[in-house]
């Protein structure tokens, strides 16, 4: 409905595989000319990434236990869960805890795939792009590369 010409265009297309699929079918049964089509994947989790998240583990299990007082309670208010973590775990991780599950594509704030709404509190987030200025300035925060730096509420 948007784009009655799609036919006659170039479509570039990002997302999870079973979203990218559908979109390709769709298009395939409109006729489209699929040499026109482009798609983009994060794919698999570089190795470098894999590396890192390996040594974290390894430094976590080696670190002595942490003080009561520097956990920061994690509170996903849609859920009606909260969690109390350790610094340097991010909100994401604290909800997967929960067991919530945060749709996440990339890990590395690139797709934005993991865009809440922070409703309080202040948390430091590491993107690489995959927030705009003004969703920030909104509140939201991409889940897998903020940490909280104090308690924090997550619409979620």
Known sequence: ??????????????????????????????????????????????????????????????????DLADLHQVEFIASGKSIRVAPGETVHAAAAKLGLLIPKACGMGICGTCKVLKLGGEVEMDHNGGITEEDEAEGYILSCCSVPKGDVRIEF
């Open 1 to 66: 409905l948007m784009v009655p010409d799609f036919l006659e265009r170039e479509v570039f297309c990002c997302g999870p595989t079973p979203y990218m699929t559908a979109v390709k079918r769709l298009l395939e049964a409109a006729g489209f000319d699929m040499a026109r089509y482009h798609e983009e994947s994060f794919g698999a989790t570089p190795a470098e990434a894999r590396a890192d998240a390996v040594e974290q583990a390894e430094q976590a299990a080696d670190a002595p236990e942490v």
